[in-house]
């Protein structure tokens, strides 16, 4: 299983942005599937974003034209930009890999084998 770590969660009223970052070892991002979850408290764990290693991105609904998720490979990192964003947005945000070079999908959770730790965001109305 690949180490995760996320970073640069934070609290931001409705309508700012925030940028989270995960580092990755090097290389997985050209072989593995890669994306973003989130869960609020008392809810499921739910998929926001995913990127595969040929830069296809699959986005929830309600996120889509508002997040992006995106990679550099040089730096082994994965980044969700959040703008516009809502207190329903609000949730421990966790980065996640398997290793696919075919399927990729935001769903569901348990077809991801390496997770972080989460990363807290919280949006103020």
């Known amino acids: 299983q690949a180490q995760l770590v996320e970073s640069g969660g934070g609290s931001v009223t409705a309508g700012g942005s925030l940028t989270l970052s995960c580092a990755v070892p090097?290389?997985?991002?050209?072989?593995?599937?890669m994306a973003w979850f989130r869960q609020a408290p008392g809810q499921e764990r739910e998929g926001v974003a995913s990127?595969?290693?040929?830069?296809?991105?699959i986005y929830r609904d309600s996120v889509k034209g508002r997040f992006t998720i995106s990679k550099d490979n040089a730096k082994n990192a994965l980044y969700l930009q959040m703008n516009s964003l809502r207190p329903e947005d609000t949730g421990l945000y966790y980065c996640?890999?398997?290793?696919?070079?075919?399927?990729?999908?935001?769903?569901?959770?348990?077809?991801?084998?390496?997770w972080g730790q989460g990363t807290q965001v919280t949006v103020s109305s």
């Open positions: 990127l595969d290693a040929d830069g296809t991105t």
């Open positions: 090097g290389g997985i991002l050209s072989d593995h599937c």
């Open positions: 996640a890999a398997v290793i696919s070079t075919l399927l990729c999908p935001i769903a569901p959770p348990e077809f991801f084998r390496s």
